[in-house]
């Protein structure tokens, strides 16, 4: 019965409203104690903040760096083009989006030499491995770089 619907006794809590005068049981200090670094607005650290102590994102040594230059790929292994397509087919950005084989439709496309294929294909992506453009190439198909 829709109607009769209600929920669980002590599934709702009201909300406890802070601040609000001291008959709430919460005025005055609100919750907040009395002086101190946390009782005034804008009070309290930053993350991180480990009381002067040296914090640990400066205590641990650095390690490697970040290239800002690399070429980020969505990245497709032969064998994920042998299982999804047919003889003949032409392999490109949109077919490999319709079949939902890259997420990422903006990032370029790599092709990587991992598994077989033995039918002819016409690839044409941004990138290839050596050894996945010789195994394209050796059944027959077309490696195109875009």
Not at 33 to 51: A, I, L, M, V
Not at 82 to 102: M, N, P, Q, W
Not at 105 to 127: C, Q, R, T, W, Y
Request: with cysteine; aromatic share 6%.
């Amino acid at each position: 019965m829709l109607d009769k619907l209600k929920a669980p006794k002590g599934a709702n809590k009201k909300k406890r409203r802070i601040g609000r005068g001291e008959a709430s049981g919460w005025g005055k200090t609100a919750g907040r104690g009395h002086k101190g670094q946390n009782s005034r607005s804008g009070g309290g650290t930053r993350p991180g903040f480990e009381g002067g102590q040296m914090p640990l994102q400066r205590r641990l040594p650095k390690r490697g760096f970040t290239n800002i230059f690399k070429t980020e790929f969505s990245v497709l292994n032969v064998s994920n083009l042998s299982k999804c397509f047919t003889s003949g087919d032409t392999v490109d950005v949109e077919s490999l989006k319709a079949k939902g084989l890259i997420k990422k439709a903006a990032l370029p496309i790599k092709i990587l030499g991992n598994g077989e294929i033995d039918f002819s294909l016409n690839v044409k992506v941004n990138a290839y491995s050596s050894s996945a453009k010789s195994k394209i190439e050796a059944a027959g198909g077309k490696a195109e770089v875009l």
